[in-house]
């Protein structure tokens, strides 16, 4: 349904108001502690690495306190030795010293062994721990600067102290209420690294499915429990240019393990735990969720506290005795749900442990009320931010493909639903004819030849039933397996050489282990590696042609269980050694009648071909005198991994990806490329890269993408060039593109002076893309009434401004439709029943919501406000390519950039569970 306005789940400071100013009191190491804890965490460190040592990290003490003294507010990921800059922050004047006793235990983690014990005595002498006292202080909670482009910046500190303010306001309410059902909820100890202040709704709720399976029965029974808990998150955020803060608050779901935890795939496992008595004697009866975690451990083989143990930080402070055996604990997490040993919590579910009965997300209307709910609490010194209006420039791209007709299946007759379907047969068949016209133009004179790789004929049958059907290869047959199938069209030759993947589809490791981290994965991958390559070469060499893709089915993450154990990077590698990109596929299950194998494999076709650089690019709508002709759209993206990942190898290649008008094919480079290459041959070049040693430092990495950007930009000066950039993704290393950095018509590159954008072209524009990733950008819904009234909230595709805008605007969202899997009504509720228009309470837990997110454009180096929306049309209208399903969560442009991630980073490379413990998906709002 189309609407003319959307809200945020943003809020702003009332202007008539005045002064919003709380009483804390705060603790600050003195600045004479700086050398001495410096040299105690340097002690016996490596003189590289000793250089290396700037800051103290204070990470595992603010761990600690988020365990033992929940109430207490760390605003800092590192230690400041700074009166003026105080790290920690209480309501109340927590006693001294119980804080010197987790201060002693924070330092002795800085040099934990038995050698050093005496340099840590006689650092903790001279720092004279004892004498911490809190100090009192009026916090103005407003408190920020205007940046040279008119961005607020608020105080650093404020980022964790506003939210918990606000947060403890909306705890204090009456519980959350719908249809006469209630849910109350708790503060939560949220770690500095992760910012804002959450809440959760507590005690969970339930629901019961029915198990189906002999397997499943002997292990849980006819039915099994699962359970949930609503979350609100509070994140202090700006905009660009705007001189007010956002406070965002997002929902969404937290789920809960039920039976035993499965370890295997995470490192560490969170646990939420609410207590009757403090687990530091003599503390104060914490108000808030702990969050302590637990993991397997390898050397003592078990599962223990992380910082546990007889040396660890729990241990220290006294405090390992009065939480749960983290072991039993993992084996039975849900029996603390209704309270056991003094303790109510629950263990959070994470994706990589697998299948849950509960469904991610909340859909639009019950977000609605949950957040206006909590936004009540905000006032009155905030109030909402004003709507966001639709612009009336026309939406829809050109199609390239002609679109099907209805089929009218409800009140069309017989002949009329035979006419319809023979119509849209002809129409696809047109369609796909198209289609390999812009997949031949794309290889430029190469033959489609691929390599499937099947563990079964079903799959096989299914990806050449695909390939047919898009290619509009049906007619042209000449050879039909059972190892070669190919075609001979009057544009485009096409074979698939079908082999079975036997061993290489194996888990990583030695079949009863997976791979260790560190040189024995890597020694894992590298023979999987080189065996793909091997078999892949000679199969070559025996066909006597070159292949240049490969098709692979499979099995999903989830089978492999085992941490490392997943072959599907090594696969990619040993592809990209014989010069082919490649795509993945599940095994389907055909005997399944829900089975969808059919869609996947031919999805699985579609991203093969797109890989090769065969793209439709949409068409604008908006006439050459407000988007030149022959515009060439330019992307940037960094590929980047740290050392400390799974495979132990860093990772930082700068990326430019350039659609140009006229050229066959997507183009990319980098800065080890001679000038643009090909799309699929850029994609095997990043396979395997190592981050070289002279890019090791932030400022290297800096001055590297400054002089990487500067000179893709002089490739292009003298022609129309619209840039896209990715603000979470390059703004480390591009320091501009943070929301204080930008300026509406200067490029800053590096450290160096912001430039009038001229200087680099006379028709250089550019648009910087944030995501709704850490809540940068709002949730947000459609307002509405329910059939019965009252309030409801939909969702509307795009492209939307402020409600307040002017002619300084530079700033505009869009928006996407539902995608067409997800059918479930944007009524559907999961916290509370709702009544349905046929007066029946439902509520429908165990469905995945989605919600489109809001991607913010702010567009850079236009003259005007009118000119600018133009151009973000041009950008939301490259968010719908016809040769995918649904809307892009990117334009184009920059989803092609970041696509580059498949080949140049390890797909399980992924992080322990987070500081918040989320567990939603990353794009779209869930």
Known sequence: MA???????????????????????????????????????KHGKSEASQARIKEVPIRSLNALIRTVAPDLVTVDANASFDATQPWLYSRTDYPPRLLSRLVYAWLRSLQPSTEAFQRFRDTARTLDVDSLRWRPETVNLLEHEISPGGTCMPASRLYRLLPEILADRIAAQPPYEFCGEYVRFHRVAVDARAGGAELMSWPPLKHTTRVTGAEARKRYGTHRDWYYSAV??????????????????????????????????????SAYLLTREPFLTDSPQPGRFAVAQFAWNSHTRQIEWAQGGPEGMLARVSAIDELPAADVFAKEPDTWIPGRDGIQGAASHHTMMGWHGIGAGLMPAERRRLTEWAGAALAPELIPAPVLTRSTIKQKPTKVLTPKVPVPTKNGTDEEIDDALATNRLIDLDNAVLRREYTARALDGRDLTAVLLYQSGHMREQLITAAEASLGLADYREETGPEVWSWDTPDLRVRIHARELGALGAPLGNGEHAPRKGQEHFDAIGSRRSAVA???????????????????????????????????FAIRLGCADTGMVSQFLTPGAPKDPEDDSEFRAAAAWADGLRQLGMRLVPEHTLGNDAIPEGLNQLAFWLVKRQAAGEM??????????????????????????????????????????????????????????????????????????????????????????????????????????????????????????????????????????????????????????????????????????KPGTHTLSVESTKLTHRITPKEKAEIRPDKNAWNPELLQFAMLGFPEATEAEQWAMFLHQQRFAEDYREALGLPLIQHLAELTDQYGLPHDDEPDDGPAGDTEPATGTA
Do not use: C
């Open 648 to 817: 132990g190898r860093a990772q930082f290649t700068p990326v430019a990806i350039l659609i140009r008008p006229g050229h066959k094919s997507i183009l990319g480079r980098t800065p080890d490329t001679t000038g643009w290459i090909p799309y699929p041959q850029l994609l095997v070049a990043l396979t395997g890269h190592v981050r070289p040693e002279d890019l090791a430092t932030a400022d290297q990495q800096t001055k590297a993408v400054a002089a990487f950007v500067q000179n893709t930009l002089y490739t292009l000066r003298g022609t129309p060039t619209l840039v896209v950039t990715h603000a979470q993704n390059t703004r480390t290393r591009w320091p501009w593109l943070t929301n204080n950095g930008l300026l509406p018509d200067r490029i800053q590159l590096g450290n160096g002076p912001a430039q009038r954008l001229r200087l680099f072209g006379q028709n250089l524009r550019i648009a910087r893309i944030a995501t709704n990733d850490r809540d940068e950008t709002p949730q947000w819904w459609a307002p509405k009434t329910d059939p019965s009234g009252g309030k409801s909230g939909g969702i509307s595709k795009g492209l939307w401004k402020p409600a307040d805008h002017d002619e300084s605007n530079r700033i505009f969202y869009s928006t996407s439709d």
């Open 232 to 269: 609100i998150k509070v994140s202090l955020r700006t905009v660009p240019f705007s001189p007010l803060p956002r406070i965002h608050l997002s929902t969404r779901i937290r789920r809960w393990v039920s039976g035993p935890v499965s370890m295997s795939g995470t490192q560490r496992v």
């Open 534 to 568: 091997s078999r892949l070469g000679d199969l070559a060499t025996e066909l006597g042609e070159a292949t240049i893709i490969t098709f692979v089915e499979l099995d999903g993450r989830e089978k492999f269980t085992r941490r490392r154990s997943d072959p599907k």
């Open 3 to 41: 609407f003319n306005e959307i809200q945020s789940a943003a809020f702003i400071p009332d202007p008539g108001n005045g002064e919003f100013e709380v009483d804390l009191h705060t603790l600050a190491f003195p600045a004479s502690w700086r050398e001495p804890v410096l040299e105690l965490f």
